[in-house]
């Protein structure tokens, strides 16, 4: 995975799906046992992304209802299951504003 192309693609879907479930950089990098920095670096495409970190990006999204094994296919996507859909909506209803 050392193709600048597929730096790129990780970058753009693990930001995507890190965004899409609402939480932070420092969060998503608790998650995976990295530090903030190497998820910075690698949504900026500025660095690489070890294929164990990616694994267990792709496991813990997997785990959300987020699946982006996907992310080295010519056209990547990051598929939203509909449940978590309904886990965010039942957050924000029971959430204080």
């Known amino acids: 995975m050392s193709s600048r192309t597929d730096e790129m693609k990780i970058s753009i879907v693990l930001r995507a799906a890190r965004s899409g479930l609402g939480i ?25 992304f070890p294929a164990n970190i990616l694994l267990r990006a792709i496991s813990f999204f997997r785990a959300h209802d987020i699946d982006i094994t996907g992310v080295l296919e010519d056209n990547p996507t990051v598929v939203f299951r509909s449940q978590m859909f309904e886990t965010l909506e039942k957050n924000r209803e029971t959430s204080p504003d």
């Open 24 to 48: 932070s950089q420092a969060d998503l990098a608790s998650e995976l046992g990295v530090s903030q920095s190497t998820i910075t670096r690698c949504e900026r495409g500025a660095g690489s």
